[in-house]
T-cell receptor
Framework: KAGVTQTPRYLIKTRGQQVTLSCSPI?????VSWYQQTPGQGLQFLFE???????NKGNFPGRFSGRQFSNSRSEMNVSTLELGDSALYLC??????????????FGPGTRLTVL | KNEVEQSPQNLTAQEGEFITINCSYS?????LHWLQQHPGGGIVSLFM???GKKKHGRLIATINIQEKHSSLHITASHPRDSAVYIC???????????FGKGTRLHILP
């Protein structure tokens, strides 16, 4: 079974631009969560989607948004990029809703650099 | 004060030593996760706990809900165990997911 895939793996953007990152979960998994990892803040939860609905959201500004499609693939979008958005963005999938009780499988991440 | 605290922040040990990493949290939780992150960024979920103890190979995780504390133990440590170990909890009131800052473990051959 293929693992969680994320595209692109690396991305360089400039301030003010927007970016869309993609995550394909493991086949059969219906829940997708997104995380941001920076050297200063560590790992932070962005949002969780299940069956095309956002179930949970972290403390990030509205510039960060996401969606999930009927095939469980998910995208996250960051608009009006700031230098501080430079980070590793990780996606994780699990079988069902409520990631508390389901093992999460992480993708390799997308490393975003904002210049 | 962070809601999830890990100790130590950094740990260097010799191959074969018994390793303990601690995680303390201040919120009520529905579950606690231990994650392993290798250089290069890949994260693997090691354990998910809501009570008691779990064992997988040389890894053991325990949780004490009353004391709001969890430990991750590694027996017979090996250089391939070198990684960052991260504790994460999900609050039981707001479903908020909070991560510790991680413990960087380096096992010397």
């Amino acid at each position: 079974k293929a693992g969680v895939t994320q595209t692109p793996r690396y991305l360089i953007k400039t301030r003010g631009q927007q970016v869309t990152l993609s995550c394909s979960p493991i086949s059969g998994h219906r829940s997708v969560s997104w995380y941001q990892q920076t050297p200063g803040q560590g790992l932070q939860f962005l949002f969780e989607y299940f069956s095309e609905t956002q179930r949970n959201k972290g403390n990030f500004p509205g510039r960060f948004s996401g969606r999930q499609f009927s095939n469980s693939r998910s995208e996250m979008n960051v608009s009006t990029l700031e230098l501080g958005d430079s980070a590793l963005y990780l996606c994780a999938s699990s079988l069902d809703a409520d990631s508390s009780y389901n093992e999460q499988f992480f993708g390799p991440g997308t490393r975003l650099t904002v210049l | 004060k962070n809601e999830v605290e890990q100790s130590p922040q950094n740990l260097t040990a010799q191959e074969g030593e018994f390793i303990t990493i601690n995680c303390s949290y201040s919120v009520g939780i529905s579950a606690l996760h231990w994650l392993q992150q290798h250089p290069g960024g890949g994260i693997v979920s090691l354990f998910m706990l809501s009570s008691g103890k779990k064992k997988h190979g040389r890894l053991i995780a325990t949780i004490n809900i009353q004391e709001k504390h969890s430990s991750l133990h590694i027996t017979a440590s090996h250089p391939r165990d070198s990684a960052v170990y991260i504790c994460a909890v999900k609050g039981n009131r707001d479903d908020k997911i909070i991560f510790g800052k991680g413990t960087r473990l380096h096992i010397l051959p």
